[in-house]
């Protein structure tokens, strides 16, 4: 069984669109966060929740907009795409006071 | 605000030789936890290590190894006897011990090419 799984694995649309990439996780663990890869490869924080509640904003266009059902639930909306929305995200959960983070296996999005 | 160096953007060794991955931070904290993650080609996030820093003992898992320097905020990740299947990119990474955020903090990441 998946630990942490996203859908869906690529997303490939147009500049303008609004699109939508959930995410899950069957570990019981209490926080959920959202990074970013880009083209270079580097790996960013961009949104955390811990038992539903925001904790993590980092310096995000307010056309992201995570939002968590319950506590195994992040999913990842974002509007108005744009060209430098293209990167891999990432999905991951842990405990807040305990580690590793465990990682899905990322979505791939695409903006032409 | 802590920070996280990969000064190696690629590296390469021959399969079965050692190799070693460098990481340095800052941090002006005293507990916190280090990781090394490895993303193959495939994109998944493999936890491959972690480091208490509160523990003197480097962490071991297998083939992999660390060298934590606490005093000189170095933690590079030492590859024993490569295989074919070790070639990705390494990510060193920095988690806070306290505090409610537990975010990790990337480094740049280094890209491991495996020689036959």
């Known amino acids: 069984d998946t630990a942490v799984s996203q859908t869906p694995k690529y997303l490939v649309t147009q500049m303008g669109n609004d699109k939508s990439i959930k995410c899950e996780q069957n570990?019981?663990?209490?926080?959920m966060y959202w990074y970013k890869q880009d083209s270079k490869k580097f790996l960013k924080i961009m949104f955390s929740?811990?038992?539903?509640?925001?904790?993590i904003n980092e310096t995000v266009p307010n056309r992201f907009s995570p939002k968590s059902p319950d506590k195994a639930h992040l999913n990842l909306h974002i509007n108005s795409l744009e060209l430098g929305d293209s990167a891999v995200y990432f999905c991951?959960?842990?405990?807040?006071?305990?580690?590793?983070?465990?990682f899905g296996d990322g979505t791939r999005l695409s903006i032409l | 605000a802590q920070t996280v160096t990969q000064s190696q953007p690629e590296m390469s060794v021959q399969e079965a030789e050692t190799v070693t991955l460098s990481c340095t931070y800052d941090t002006s904290e005293s507990d916190y936890y280090l990781f090394w993650y490895k993303q193959p080609p495939s994109r998944q996030m493999i936890l491959v290590i972690r480091?208490?820093?509160?523990?003197?003992q480097n962490a071991t898992e297998n083939r992999f190894s660390v060298n934590f320097q606490k005093a000189a905020k170095s933690f590079s990740l030492k590859i024993s006897d490569s295989q074919l299947g070790d070639a990705a990119m390494y990510f060193c990474?920095?988690?806070?011990?306290?505090?409610?955020?537990?975010?990790?903090?990337f480094g740049q990441g280094t890209t491991l090419q495996v020689k036959p």
């Open positions: 480091q208490e820093a509160y523990k003197q």
């Open positions: 991951a959960s842990s405990h807040l006071r305990d580690q590793p983070q465990h």
């Open positions: 570990l019981g663990h209490d926080t």
């Open positions: 990474a920095y988690r806070t011990y306290s505090g409610n955020t537990g975010k990790l903090i």
């Open positions: 929740y811990n038992n539903k509640e925001l904790i």
